[in-house]
């Protein structure tokens, strides 16, 4: 079994900096995509970035320029630097992480439990 925990959440004023971190612990041979994930109230959840592990990274249109996603693969270990926040990115973020538990062995995704973070002033 694979635990992740998710910190950095949190409130943040327009134009602010969050980062947020997701580590991954238990059963894991080898990551593989690791992405992070949001919904806001009363919407569907939505990918904001991914991480791929040949090197790649994907963002959201509506985050393309302000967020970074990065990752510490020894550390099993996703971040999401999030920077000019603004009042619509208000949402519960999570991460998502595909894994090897076992050489050789099926892939399996995990999710984190959810992080708030709000922007507002």
């Known amino acids: 079994q694979v635990q992740l925990v998710e910190s950095g959440g949190g409130l943040v004023q327009p134009g602010g900096s969050l980062r947020l971190s997701c580590a991954a612990s238990?059963?894991?041979?080898?990551?593989?995509?690791m992405a992070w994930h949001r919904q806001a109230p009363g919407k569907k959840r939505e990918l904001v970035a991914d991480?791929?592990?040949?090197?790649?990274?994907n963002y959201a249109d509506s985050v393309k320029g302000r967020f970074t996603i990065s990752r510490d693969n020894a550390k099993a270990t996703v971040y999401l630097q999030m920077n000019s926040l603004k009042p619509e990115d208000t949402a519960v973020y999570y991460c998502?992480?595909?894994?090897?538990?076992?050489?050789?062995?099926?892939?399996?995704?995990?999710w984190g439990q959810g992080i708030q973070v709000t922007v507002s002033s």
């Open positions: 991480s791929t592990s040949g090197g790649s990274a």
């Open positions: 998502n992480v595909v894994v090897r538990g076992t050489a050789g062995g099926a892939l399996n995704a995990y």
């Open positions: 238990g059963n894991i041979f080898s990551t593989y995509t």
